[in-house]
């Protein structure tokens, strides 16, 4: 599948997993977030970009010698 990142025709057709299109073949997404407290099983945490309802997966730590990319670039088309 590939798609005009940011729905701009101008740009070219790229991968659907190179870009945030909503238009994916899966519906798992991953999201960092900051958690607040803790309260039995429930966990209440900030920045997290999933609607009401959606069902969490996994739960893992944020380990930055793991989760960070230090050399990371990203395509002319998205700067």
């Known amino acids: 599948m590939k798609v005009h990142p940011k729905g701009d025709q101008s740009l070219p057709l790229t991968g659907v ?3 945030r299109s909503p ?3 899966n519906p798992i997404g991953v ?3 900051r958690l607040l407290r ?3 099983n429930v966990l209440e945490v900030r920045g ?3 609607l ?3 069902p969490v997966l996994d739960i893992k730590p944020y380990i930055p010698t793991h989760d960070s ?3 990371a670039t ?3 088309w998205l700067r």
């Open 31 to 33: 999201t960092v977030v």
């Open 38 to 40: 803790r309260h039995k």
């Open 48 to 50: 997290l970009d999933a």
């Open 17 to 19: 997993f190179a870009t």
């Open 52 to 54: 009401n309802g959606t």
């Open 23 to 25: 238009t994916r073949p």
């Open 69 to 71: 990319v230090n050399d």
């Open 74 to 76: 990203i395509p002319q």
